[in-house]
């Protein structure tokens, strides 16, 4: 069974651009949730998606967005991008019991 | 609000010895408990969970852990310790929904594991 897969795996913005990244769970997975990772803040859960649905959000600014679309893929999405954006944004494909998470290798985003 | 707390930042244990990372969590309800190890570059990978029943539990690649209610504490142990363990380690709590979803984790900060030949 492939796993969890995010892309791109690296990227450069600058500052003030928006940038989209992409999760494509394990086969069989409706849910979706992303987290963002940084040195300072550690992993901060951002939002999770389940069937097309955001059905909760953590404590981030509404620049932050994302959807899911029918396939259960999802994409996320980071407007007037700020340096503090720069992270490594994981995404984690939920099991259909909902008693693990499955993280991708994440995005590596650095804003300039 | 739930949290959790990884005391120790850095620990250096020589190959061969013993391991045990501490975690320690606030949480209003009955928890759900994760350890995930991340190596550089990498993605989080999960390394045993605990739900309900059994408090000592066993993970993938030789690692548990132990459920204490009492002390509200989580801690992963390796009774010898080899050099592919070094890396990033993290201790989650949440909730995940029978029937798919989760709410969203909340992890500690970390305990970045050296191992010394």
Redesign the interface.
């Known amino acids: 069974k492939a796993g969890v897969t995010q892309t791109p795996r690296y990227l450069i913005k600058t500052r003030g651009q928006q940038v989209t990244l992409s999760c494509s769970p394990i086969s069989g997975h409706r849910s979706v949730s992303w987290y963002q990772q940084t040195p300072g803040q550690g992993l901060q859960f951002l939002f999770e998606y389940f069937s097309e649905t955001q059905r909760n959000k953590g404590n981030f600014p509404g620049r932050f967005s994302g959807r899911q679309f029918s396939n259960s893929r999802s994409e996320m999405n980071v407007s007037t991008l700020e340096l503090g954006d720069s992270a490594l944004y994981l995404c984690a494909s939920n099991t259909p019991e909902g008693n693990e998470q499955y993280f991708g290798p994440g995005t590596r985003l650095t804003v300039t | 609000a739930q949290s959790v707390t990884q005391p120790d930042i850095h620990i250096t244990v020589s190959e061969g010895a013993s391991l045990e990372l501490r975690c320690n969590y606030s949480y209003g309800a009955t928890p759900?408990l994760f350890w995930?190890v991340q190596s550089p570059?990498?993605?989080?990978?999960?390394l045993l969970?605990y739900?309900s029943g059994d408090t000592l539990v066993q993970g993938i690649k030789g690692f548990e852990a132990e459920f204490k209610r009492s002390q509200s504490s989580f801690n992963l142990r390796k009774p010898s310790v080899h050099w592919s363990d070094a890396a990033e380690y993290?201790c989650?709590v949440g909730t995940?929904?029978?029937?798919?979803?989760?709410?969203?984790?909340?992890?500690?900060?970390?305990t970045h594991l050296i191992i010394q030949p």
């Open positions: 759900y995930y570059g990498q993605g989080l990978q999960l969970k739900f993290f989650a995940l929904y029978s029937g798919g979803g989760a709410d969203g984790l909340t992890f500690g900060k970390g």
